[in-house]
């Protein structure tokens, strides 16, 4: 095989030069941003670190900023991680869930990060201060912005007003993955949220066993984005589960009422009506779900065949179709 | 020891009928329900297909596939087919992505982007990776 070895070489080469460039283009730091007001926020407390212990520290700061006071050596105990000198991103995350407070990543664009300096919101940064293959990692608190000297002020190890020139943040955040996120009260919502990755926040809330903290931040979210019918089912399953099946059904047919209804939407709505003995709407409902098909086209003729199956007099008027895709 | 092992083996067969009888007792309709987790995973799935084709569109990117004769648009409509399972594995190497444009940078992103190739069953490089193609 020594023929496509060496044809393989050399079309890495070459593209080697090709890309040369290719790398630079989209993450190179521009500072052609939208002019914006001057902002600090100075209602983040400042805890200066101690040696390493930069995560704990700053994940402090934030949540005493969004109102929940834990002193910085309660996490220090909980995140720092003695043979690594440092804390992990995911356990970081998983602590100030703990606290219960949504985390939200935001977009690695400088854009984004100033979008919720601008809505008043600190973001935990984290930076890779060397090199890439000699990596210092670190956390710091980005607590505002000045457009007029092109700086960003930082709560930064045991600065409490670190002045960096964006440009230079910008690489170091970048060397960090441009990893970023915000820590909010369940019920306010980032900046920057789109409402995919939001549902995936609040769930995360629920899966950390907060399921009350997970419904408010769905209702914040339905009020938000009135069309998109995920955040319906979420907020519907969660009073499902909690045994409240009418209020159930009720979120899902404000749904309805609000043209944001789509096949998962119908589908869960059917069952619970047919729970509920309203077999009519029930048997509509699961029909809509089949119209709409898609990925989980499947589900949808079980739950209209199931409908029909426990329809009291007789099944259902229309029967379903077999081979109805 | 016996009689160990032996009440274990008891209570093991006790707690798995108790679990087969719960189960056969769940009501029906949370057989069907679609849950929130699903839910999550679905956009979840959607948002890095859209991310993929992004990359895809990228202006270094498209040159280099226009280069190889792949027809772009080929290979954004061959990220609608990957598995989920393929989707987030070349998700995985999207976030490895160099952010400087160094010379390391560099050659991991042409790594990269003959990876990403190489799973849509463009070029056939690397013998670990299976094509979806195949």
Known sequence: ?325 | MHLHTRLTRWLAALVGSVFLSFSLMLPSAQAAMIGTHALVQQEQLEQQRHELKQFLARDGIRDQLIAWGVNPDDARTRVDSLSAQEVAQMSERMQELPAGGDVLGAVVFIFLVLLVTDILGFTDIFPFVRSVRD
């Open chain 1, 1 to 325: 095989m020594p023929a496509p070895r060496a044809s393989a070489l050399g079309l890495m080469l070459g593209l080697l030069v090709l890309a040369g460039c290719a790398a630079t283009g989209p993450s190179a730091p521009s500072h052609e941003l939208l002019p914006r007001a001057a902002v600090e926020l100075v209602d983040v407390p400042f805890y200066p670190q101690e040696r390493y212990q930069c995560g704990p520290a700053a994940l402090a700061m934030m949540l005493d900023w969004s109102g929940t006071s834990v002193g910085s050596q309660a996490l220090t105990d909980k995140l720092y991680i003695p043979a690594r000198q440092g804390s992990l991103q995911p356990e970081l995350v998983a602590q100030a869930r703990q606290h219960q407070r949504l985390v939200y990543p935001i977009r690695g664009e400088p854009q984004a990060l100033l979008d919720e300096l601008a809505a008043g919101h600190p973001v935990l940064v984290l930076q890779n201060l060397a090199l890439p293959w000699w990596p210092r990692w670190h956390y710091a608190v980005v607590i505002g912005y000045e457009p007029k000297r092109g700086e960003l002020l930082l709560r930064s190890g045991t600065t409490k007003r670190h002045r960096i020139p964006l440009s230079t943040f910008l690489h170091t955040w970048a060397r960090g993955n441009n990893w970023g996120i915000v820590t909010l009260r369940p019920g306010h919502i980032p900046a920057t949220a789109e409402p995919g990755p939001y549902l995936a926040a609040a769930f995360d809330l629920e899966a950390a066993g907060l399921p009350e903290q997970a419904a408010t931040a769905y209702r914040a979210g339905i009020n938000q984005w009135p069309g998109h019918p995920g955040l319906r089912v979420a907020l519907a399953n969660h009073y499902y589960t909690a045994g409240r099946t009418l209020d159930a059904a009720e979120v899902l047919q404000q749904g309805v009422s609000a043209g944001a209804a789509d096949g998962d939407l119908y589908n869960n709505l059917a069952l619970l009506l047919a729970d509920l003995g309203r077999w009519d709407q029930a048997e509509a409902a699961a029909q809509q779900a089949v119209r709409f098909g898609g990925p989980n086209s499947r589900q949808y003729q079980d739950t209209l065949a199931e409908v029909c199956r426990r329809y009291p007099e007789g099944g259902c008027a229309a029967e379903t179709q077999p081979g109805w895709n």
